[in-house]
Structures are given as C-alpha cells and as structure tokens.
C-alpha cells in the first residue's frame, strides 16, 4: 500500500506540512517496500484552486490514503470522489517518519 503525506520539504526528515493544498511537497510512501518519493506540489504558487490541482496530482499517483494536517473541502471532495481516505493528524510531528510511524500504528484519525 502507497501513501501520501504532506511535506514541507523532499526528505524523510522533512516537517510534516499541516496545509495539504499548499504544501510544498508531497511524499510518497510504500509501506511494504519501504520506498519513498518526493513529489513537488505544482498548486503551491496558484492563486486560486490549489486544492483541487493537488488533488488532482495525488490522484494521479494511485493512491490508497492521504495525509495531512488538514484538507480544504474542495480537495477533500476530490480526494474522496477518487477513494482515497484522509488521514488528520497534528502539528506534534516533527518529522515524517514520525508520521509514517504514527500511522503504522493506528494513532492517527481518518476524516470522516
């Protein structure tokens, strides 16, 4: 299974960016193989609609779940239309393997 977390920057050790349309990476992880990818955001600088192009990009991406510190209701429509959940999580993380941990062991929430 594949996730998506977003990032503030292209690594592992990167701050977990709280704002998924306007993050400025996105990365993507293999929780079987342990492999990880660095994704730009290319809604980063756009004025208007930065939501849904992110969405649009992850979806792309085949996806199973998605996470982030919060979703805008454009994108979370987007996202969930396609079937990919949403996971929430706080600004306590400090890295993403803090986030990847976090979810391998359940203690983050799904958005309903």
């Known amino acids: 299974m594949e996730i998506v977390i977003s990032s503030e920057g292209q690594t592992l050790e990167s701050q977990p960016s709280l704002r998924f349309g306007r993050a400025p990476y ?12 660095a994704i730009q955001n290319p809604a980063i600088d756009q004025s208007g609609g930065a939501g849904i192009r992110a969405a649009q990009t992850i979806i792309d991406q085949n996806i199973s779940n998605v996470l ?37 062991n359940n203690e983050l929430n799904e958005q309903e």
């Open 26 to 37: 996105f990365i993507k992880f293999d929780l079987e193989k342990e492999t990880w990818e």
């Open 68 to 104: 982030s510190g919060r979703f805008g209701p454009n994108a979370q429509r987007a996202l969930t239309a396609a079937g990919i959940k949403l996971t929430v999580f706080n600004g306590n993380y400090h890295s993403i393997n803090e986030i990847i941990d976090a979810f391998k």
